[in-house]
Nanobody
Framework: QVQVVESGGGVVQAGGSLRLSCVAS????????AAWFRQAPGKEREFVAR???????YYDDSVKGRFTISRDNAKTTVYLQMNSLKPEDTAVYYC?????????????WGQGTQVTVSS
């Protein structure tokens, strides 16, 4: 059974950095791209960044220049390097294999990893 497991979240002060990891067991990201989404309390899940099967990357404007999505050569792990974190980045971060920036294009979710940025 395919599972997605995110890790790397934590509590960090504003301006700090975190690196999130996402592993898809039983399946790689080689046939699909992958994306990171986040969901803050009381808000809908929103797109953060994605990487295509071919390696192209796309970012939401709110994180452009601060976050970097990448993938290992075996295409089993997807990363999200987050720098210059802001309190508004606080959310549960989710990774999923799929295409596009619309959450409707993804149907395999992990448990998420909490990121808390203190001011």
């Amino acid at each position: 059974q395919v599972q997605v497991v995110e890790s790397g979240g934590g509590v960090v002060q504003a301006g700090g950095s975190l690196r999130l990891s996402c592993v898809a067991s039983g399946r790689t990201f080689s046939s699909l791209g992958a994306a990171w989404f986040r969901q803050a309390p009381g808000k809908e899940r929103e797109f953060v960044a994605r990487i295509t099967w071919g390696g192209n990357t796309y970012y939401d404007d709110s994180v452009k220049g601060r976050f970097t999505i990448s993938r290992d050569n075996a295409k089993t792990t997807v990363y999200l390097q987050m720098n210059s974190l802001k309190p508004e980045d606080t959310a549960v971060y989710y990774c999923a294999p799929g295409r596009g920036a619309d959450v409707a294009g993804y149907n395999l979710w992990g448990q998420g990893t909490q990121v808390t940025v203190s001011s």
